[in-house]
């Protein structure tokens, strides 16, 4: 960033309705996961300066089919957190 009076918060929205067709907490886990990795990384090299989720699933039912449990958001965030260090050391 070459402004630094500019600061952009990246948001992960709504990744439980990316895979409707498959289990989605696992799916959402594993994309979460993903995504953290990639947003731990551009914060390491100071591309973002922060970042967060927000979904309309975590206000659901557990029931419901587009349920997202915050917790496993965490799940996700830790593993990215194990990933990156083994990568990075």
Known sequence: MDNPNIHVIYIAHNPETQGVEKDVREFGKDR?????VGL???MAEGQIGSYGGCSNGLSLPNSHLLYLDWEDLLTAAGRAEFINTTITG
């Open 32 to 36: 979460m996961t993903e995504t953290f």
């Open 40 to 42: 731990d990384i551009g």
